[in-house]
């Protein structure tokens, strides 16, 4: 008897685990649609300026504070994600190590990382480019360093620009 109250609570609780990280899992496939969504949504944003100053200090506080704990919570998923990221890049190397392939899968991750961070769709409606010659008219984007201003500088001295 005590056999089986002692299997049936062992079957009861290993049900109530399961049940909690079947909703652990639930919770965490929910803000990972809501953050990849936040990130799709991140380059369609316009910023909008409201110039009414009938806004009480109450409602700039509530409102900073819920922009602090969404970019806490951006910032954490963004350690996690890239944590996910490096590790399964590790197991991969490590695995491509024992087979002698190490320095071709780290070649080939490397390329594969330039790739994805070249930007292949195209530029934005009035995005400046960093290359003047792309921009309308040829404008330099400020900070620029011309050919004219290093002219300036070598000859007269920095504060002559």
């Known amino acids: 008897m005590e056999a089986k109250l002692k299997e049936y609570r062992e079957l009861r609780r290993?049900?109530?685990?399961?049940?909690?990280?079947?909703?652990?899992?639930?919770?965490?496939?929910?803000?990972?649609d809501i953050m990849s969504q936040m990130d799709k949504n991140k380059e369609d944003e316009l910023v909008l300026i409201n110039n009414d100053d009938n806004e009480?200090?109450?409602?700039?506080?509530?409102?900073?504070?819920?922009?602090?704990?969404?970019?806490?919570?951006?910032w954490s998923f963004s350690t996690v994600k890239w944590s996910v990221y490096f590790g399964i890049w590790l197991m991969l190397y490590m695995f491509f190590l024992r087979l002698q392939f190490g320095a071709v899968f780290f070649v080939i991750s490397v390329l594969i990382g330039?790739?994805?961070?070249?930007?292949?769709?195209?530029?934005?409606?009035?995005?400046?480019s960093a290359y003047s010659v792309f921009n309308e008219n040829c404008e330099n984007i400020e900070g620029?360093?011309?050919a004219e201003q290093f002219e300036k500088e070598i000859r007269f001295g920095p504060g002559s620009v």
Do not use: F, H, M, W
Request: with cysteine.
């Open 144 to 146: 620029t360093l011309t």
């Open 14 to 32: 290993r049900k109530e685990l399961e049940k909690a990280e079947k909703e652990r899992i639930a919770l965490l496939a929910d803000s990972v």
């Open 114 to 128: 330039i790739c994805l961070n070249t930007r292949t769709r195209p530029k934005k409606a009035g995005e400046v």
């Open 56 to 74: 009480s200090n109450i409602d700039a506080t509530s409102e900073t504070s819920d922009i602090e704990s969404c970019k806490n919570q951006l």
